[in-house]
């Protein structure tokens, strides 16, 4: 059997930036708290809190004695003030795609303009933008929320890192009829979902089964199964390696493997070892 790996998987540029740095600051000795869950994997998790890494839920859990770490989603000004003052040192590891939405939409409401952001206004990385600009920003989940906001200033429209584009393209276009002037439409989707779902796409087809790696409750792994069952129906999501049963694998002779971008490489690494350890095995029991 062979077991081929999408060309895109895994931790996200933001992601892996954000595990670096926590790494980091453990190896120079530091007691580390993430200001939320630093990563949504929870075997990832539990390797962090081995070495020592908790969660806490608010700043003011944070003590003198801790280096803070903002995670990949980032945080409102405020959040990140009252951190600092609480915590002996803050680790700031906003992903970078996400401090540009930010600034953006800070620069916008300082100019007195309006900003519309496409997301999801609960999300966190939403909360933290409108904290850049809370008295002129509106976040709407799609074109529809478009029509209950007043008339918009000189606009600037922005998205949610992780949104879909044809919802941004929308919502953009929506923007327009609702502004006193044309509105400056800046696409800030990023690119590792789309990347992971087209390469996970590319591979479906080519296989007998496929293994997503990631959370149950990782949307973007539940999005990245999705996309493999439209072209290979033996598509499974698994969390860990422990969760392959040999039965599906009977008379498959390729088997495709990506990851969802919160799931680490060494769990990625175990899934690859038991699915050539399998492979293995049903060719000695053929020969
Ligand atoms: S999905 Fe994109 S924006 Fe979000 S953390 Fe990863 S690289 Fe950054």
Known sequence: MEVLLAEEYGFCFGVERA?????????????????????HNSQEMQRLEAEGVRTINAPGEASTDVTAVIRAHGVTPE??????????????????????????AERAAAQGRDVVVAGNPDHPEMIGVIGYAPSNTYVVRDAGEVANLPTL??????????????TFLDVAEAVRAKADAEPQ???????????????????????????????????????????????????????????????????????????????????????????REIGQRETAAVS
């Open 79 to 104: 959040v990140q003030r009252e951190l600092e003052t609480r915590a002996a040192r803050v680790i700031d590891a906003t992903c970078p795609f996400v401090t540009k939405v930010q600034k953006l």
């Open 153 to 166: 200033h000189a606009p600037i429209v922005l998205s949610q890192t992780t949104l879909k584009l044809q």
């Open 185 to 275: 439409v800046i696409n800030t989707i990023c690119s590792a979902t789309r990347d992971r779902q087209d390469a996970a796409r590319a591979l479906a087809g080519e296989v007998d089964a496929f293994y997503v790696i990631g959370g149950r409750h990782s949307s973007n792994s539940v999005k990245l199964l999705a996309v493999c069952k439209e072209q290979c129906e033996k598509s499974f999501l698994i969390e860990t390696a422990a969760e392959i049963n040999p039965e599906d694998l009977e008379a498959v002779e390729r088997v495709g493997v990506t990851a969802g971008a919160s799931t680490p490489n060494w769990l990625i690494e175990q899934v690859l070892a038991r699915l």
């Open 19 to 39: 595990v670096d740095m926590v790494e980091e600051a453990l190896a120079e000795g530091s007691t580390v708290r993430s200001l939320g869950a630093l990563i």
